[in-house]
């Protein structure tokens, strides 16, 4: 469940939303009044956390040890832990 106010956000037919290699957090895209922003939950959490920076986020993935989440913005790949 989202937090009241908070949307997926989808930008055209890119992902805006992963699933962490061992299944206990997601990466997804979200709009909160009229920002988007990369979101981070760790299933077990009712909170996600709103990475700064990330409007132009999409098609993000997770490293393959979960450590890393990347996505793509206007430019180039990203990545954040």
């Known amino acids: 469940m989202l937090p009241l ?3 997926l956000a989808t930008v055209g037919s890119n992902h805006f939303l992963t699933l962490s290699p061992d299944g206990r957090a997601i990466a997804f895209m979200a709009r909160t ?3 988007v922003q990369l979101h981070v939950r760790a299933l077990d959490r009712r909170e996600d956390i709103a990475i700064p920076g990330t409007p132009d ?3 993000p993935f ?3 040890d979960g450590e890393w989440v990347a996505f793509f913005d206007s430019q180039q790949l990203q990545k954040v832990s």
């Open 62 to 64: 997770f490293s393959s």
């Open 33 to 35: 009044g009229g920002e």
């Open 5 to 7: 106010g908070q949307r």
């Open 57 to 59: 986020a999409r098609d």
